[in-house]
């Protein structure tokens, strides 16, 4: 099986308009703007070099999709590129597309191309992802206003875990929990639409809830004053911070969490009734301000990942 | 210097409308439809290692720009991704994006934004890029008709003699023409507008002409009947092929031409005086057919490049 009876079996299932040209045509509806994203995964730097067809596929996907609900836009379709250290074997494909089609599925979102390479150095999976959002109302980082409540939709800090984990750097009775919050992010896609409604600003967190709410700080503009009282974490979470095993300031800086962090302006607030309110944006220096348990602030010798 | 001031020193010039979001947000204008290519080039694999930071980036963008043109697409914008083994060096990054820069001016595009990433590996460039088409007139494989021309744009083979150069497999005193083709393809944008309007069919070759001739054969359900002696090859070619350091076979089958190969009525035929009519599709199996210079029907043993 060459390459291209390779793209045939495994991956023109993915893509239910074709893969016979050299690109993909896309018909965008009138009043829409389009969005897109990309990230990229390597073995070895941003996944565990073992880690399973599925995981990765997942991951690779949902980074992405994350990026497409921070910015208030629907999900319509992605490139898929793929540099592999040796032919791939026909188990790790089926498995790798089935988890695909899974997220296809559950996401709406389909394949429209992207390229099959080989590569001497570790797999490599970069995904662009294009999104739709109704003209003028995507979602920035520049848009919060002082007064404005900041929300998290989610608990962060599970994916770092997952990570410790992976690198028997932790061990935990909860470590499936922590390692599917590392490999398979759930973007909040549901939220989109409430975000463009009501929303003044937004992001992921990929970097670390610190680092990220600083870009929305710099963004906008303004100082962010965080209560860590009111930042959730899973009770997984909280049993290994009970038990000194991680620290609060680990899981803020942490990052791969993929959760969502907006601005809401407070008469709004109540339109979010399942997100975190965890501080508030206010006029000041563009920085992040937490509070700790004890009211003292904290401070943070990294505030998030980095690659260089 | 860490990531973030790479971004924002070196990419954020290439990024006209800023890289500020988790996304970029592009308007469409109507009537026009989305055309989307990727294209990804690992060092060692799809170039020499030791290839220069503005060969690497006119090679990564025009490739992707090749596919546009075939499509009869106009360029918009693109996504970088770079995996970089190490931190670039502020020397290799002012080369990689001058030459950047220069293609952007050249050819109407800008970055929309991307991502880099450290790889336990070899450079990796992948670009998507994303072209305008009115709608309903994107060109495809699949439009070819008996009795078209097959039109070739232009000479196909220098880049692989430039690839042997490279690889000091052949020493001709032309080697920096052939380098420049491999390195420097000239993507046909400017026939997108005049294929859009009269050609049934266009690919560009960059797994080789015999291989791309057949991609239009499949696609269209038409047997190719092209004549060698209509072939067009530069002169620093053509010299090679004299002394037998090449043949033709090699010429057809090397790749990385990135010129456009494509399929006009015959009475359309005089609204392409620059390119070059090889031959005609004809009802029959879908299959290349070569005669030489003798009349004789050419064979391959290898059609074109696959990766694996």
Redesign the interface.
């Known amino acids: 099986m060459?390459?291209?009876d390779?793209i045939e079996k495994y991956f023109l299932p993915l893509a239910p308009r074709g893969l016979?040209?050299?690109?993909?045509?896309?018909?965008?509806p009138?009043g829409?703007?389009?969005?897109?994203?990309?990230?990229?995964?390597?073995?070895?730097?941003?996944f565990p070099a073992d880690a399973s067809a599925a995981d990765i596929a997942h991951k690779g996907l949902r980074v992405n999709l994350s990026?497409?609900a921070?910015?208030g836009?629907d999900p319509y379709?992605y490139?898929l590129?793929l540099?592999?250290p040796?032919?791939p074997e026909a188990n790790w494909l089926e498995k790798f597309t089935a988890a695909l089609v899974a997220d296809q599925e559950a996401f709406g979102i389909f394949c429209?191309?992207?390229?099959?390479?080989?590569?001497?150095?570790?797999l490599?999976i970069?995904i662009?992802?294009?999104?739709l959002?109704p003209?003028g109302q995507?979602l920035?980082?520049?848009g919060a206003q002082d007064g404005d409540l900041i929300f998290l939709s989610d608990a962060v800090g599970d994916a770092l875990i997952g990570l410790r984990v992976l690198q028997s750097e932790i061990e935990t009775a909860d470590a499936d929990h922590f390692k599917a919050a590392y490999f398979k992010p759930r973007p909040r896609l549901d939220l989109a639409e409430n975000l463009r409604a009501h929303a003044h600003a937004a992001?992921?967190v990929s970097d670390g809830l610190v680092a990220d709410l600083a870009h929305i700080c710099r963004?906008s503009g303004l100082a962010a004053h965080v209560d860590l009282t009111k930042i959730p974490f899973s009770a997984p979470a909280q049993t290994l911070l009970d038990s000194g095993l991680v620290s609060h300031a680990d899981l803020l800086t942490g990052g791969d969490d993929y959760v969502l962090l907006f601005a809401v302006p407070e008469n709004k607030a109540p339109l979010f009734p399942q997100s975190h309110i965890i501080g508030r944006f206010q006029a000041g220096d563009p920085a992040v301000h937490i509070r700790d348990l004890s009211g003292a602030a904290m401070s943070f010798s990294s505030t998030g990942w980095?690659?260089?």
């Not at 829409?32 to 941003?46: C, F, I, K």
């Open positions: 060459n390459e291209f390779v016979d040209n050299d690109a993909a045509v896309l018909d965008i009138p829409r703007e389009l969005v897109v994203t990309s990230d990229t995964l390597n073995a070895g730097t941003h990026d497409l921070a910015m836009a379709a490139q590129n540099a592999f040796q032919k429209s191309g992207g390229d099959t390479t080989r590569i001497n150095g570790p490599s970069s662009t992802a294009l999104g959002v003209a995507a920035t980082r520049s992001i992921d963004g980095t690659h260089f």
